[in-house]
């Protein structure tokens, strides 16, 4: 399915080892060694091809589809067509990732340091890292194994990065300390300055940002978001987090572990956000705001005070998330008694 | 008028070569001979000057223009001054625009590949390309006739981009397929990962993802924007559409022809946009979506459900706009009551 | 406290020194000589540190903390704790910068134009530049004394840089005037196309943009922001200005002296803003407007008329701050009766 001048494909496999990749369990023994060579969505699949059933919506697609193999919840196991060899889990969608995994892993690096790349001599670069044409790595750098930094990068002097990471083409590092396994896309610009300055008629003067960016293990963050430095504390990106496209953070901001911030969301200056908090799409909070764990900040809310653990918020200024359904409930009754 | 260290201008041309560029037709045979230097606006325009009317809101400054010439609509011949030469057109922007790309054509490329460019071997550079310097093209990408590729962009393995596109500076550009005459700003981002993961306590768990971004014939995408590569199906973005600055666009997004999406617009996974839809500024549509044919989206709207060809909605979450506005002004209403 | 692999230190100073450097008063002459050898904040500070003190949320922390040394104001030098030395100002925070800025003076340049950086041989650079590795600058551009170009930044053909600049890592400046002493991020996109065309079902027809970039003194632009070139007109950045990140300025716009536009801020076309204007994150105003100065526009504010001079807006569409209070409270009473 995938176009092979992008992605590379392994396989085929046995059923029996896609079970064991992804943790399921084979429905019908008999079917262990059935061959399975690629992925595809249930409305194209056909022989040779796994699927996956996830959502309730596509229920219909998955009694006429005819996959070779399909993962699916026991719940659902009922309703799979003849033929179809069932891999059972609890969590398809997460199965899915697994097997796909298996069939479409990342490509291999090709170690060493491009002839046009410019590291600096005082930087050290671990063994099997590649190092492409542009990038360029500044004094006292450090680069962990098997990490790949692209074309036109730029990691700037003492930044220090972890094993196994991959600094995407043509973004911008500073004043940074990365774990490992850390997936920075193309154009993200970490560790420049906060927006910090004392304002006055006089002119605005520039407050020295004495901070760093610390970025934990395994964080993504997506294509040209950005993330400035600490004004003297630092700012956090806590391990696991993911962070999508086109979003700011500002300088002191902490995030806990698994945090999910959508496209397009802001995040003001020395905001503290705990575990697995998400912010839908074009979210904005304010600073020095408390966001507790599991909190859940819904698209394009704005919010200006603490959020509890848990709590759900939308609107803007935002408020509970019932009480915003029910204020927009409410302008659309009297909207529509006016419009008689 | 415009700044020679920047534009190099044409001309000057005969008012009946600039008639038949726009297709306007000369209200006065007689001065089809005179000859035009440069555009400027009504209020500046002189002699030799030529200008446009496209907004009744500038009648005023056309009456007393002293340009030597203007492109109108016949329905305001008469409010011409004297001695003023007039083209006469049905769309006199769009004539202005083709008028002033006479005097101002793009700059000419110079062919060649730069010694500091990194073609890979494998490349193909079709004739008549410009490559500019630190520009890096990888393994088998493709680039066709007449196409500019300037300073630091990077292309990757296998990317296809065709004729007589411009790919911007320090743009990074992989997984994809460019038609011809594709024009990419600088910084735009174009086929990483989309934002696909399956969510849980473990941690959020990759789903690879095995799509392309296909961008069809005509397309311009504004400076740092963010186009994701597809998870399975292909992001795309339909011929003749227009894409402003910082808009992010998710994966499987599929956009028609004609699109027209202002800065700061964000399109979550799998939404499909008809033909010739708008979204105005820092609009937010959630994912999953159908968006009909000549839809428009009012600007900051959040659009959470499907919007019907040729409907405009605003406001968060959007309603049809007519009920929009009837919200604001109740809402203006209370909080006056409320104020006295 | 700041991570000497990213910030050099300078010190010890006397307080009388520091004193002097702010222009603030020493409390008790005696201790003139005092050494004081970093900043820190109250909390954290002990022996031989100065912190400062700018706002009443932490006057209790101020009476507890074991600074050496602290900036605050006449008001507060009564609740100083036994043993601190102060420095009285009015202004505390604008005092800690300039403190700071003693501390951290910025990096000295290292002047030169590296081996693997492109510089055309028409441009003029002056005494005292550093251009990095992989930095570009076109033909006819001129780079004043004692600026830096930093790696993979692109500088256009004819491109006007002043003296003492800071031009980011990756950033791309064309079509662009910019005065002495201008700060851009990495990442920034100055002088674009802005978005015009005449739009049409046979096809959106570009637009020629003739118009420059115009940038003042003193300005700060932030990490992937986006300033378009002017239409006709310039766009212009009025001097001391600070933009923060991922903030897009369309064609034409005009910016006072001193205005402050906070992150993802969007400006669109022909935008007039007069001096020490405020646009809070996520504001976005439409194109063609008045906005005087002095006005402040709040987070995720819709602007879509003009501004007064000296006026605060909020909601979308904006209205006068105090409306768009009561809207909200009005809102909230409402479906709070609903919710019950």
Known sequence: VADSRFFRKDGPFTLAALAAACGGELQDKGKADLLIDDVAPLDSAGPGQISFLDNKKYVEQFTQSRAAACLAHPDMAERAPAGMALILCQDPYRAYAMVAARFYPPSPLRPGIHAAAHVDASAKVAAGCQIDAGAVIGGNAEIGADTHVAANAVIGDGVVIGGHCRIGAGCTISHAILGSRVHI????????????????????????????????????????????????????????????????????????RGCVLVSQTGISGSTKLGDFVITAGQAGLTGHLTIGSGARIAAQAGVMRDVAPGETVGGSPAVPVTQWLRQSAILGQLAQKKGR
Chains 1, 2, 3 share one sequence.
Not at 211 to 239: K, L, Q, Y
């Open 185 to 256: 896309h193309p154009g993200v610009r970490i560790g420049q300055d906060g927006f910090g300055f004392a304002m006055g008629p006089a002119g605005h003067l520039k407050v020295p940002q004495l901070g760093r960016v610390v970025v934990h293990d395994d964080v993504e963050i997506g294509a040209n978001s950005t993330i400035d430095r600490g004004a003297g504390p630092d700012t956090v990106i806590g391990a696991g987090s993911r962070i999508d496209k086109l979003v700011q953070i500002g300088h002191n901001v902490q995030l806990g």
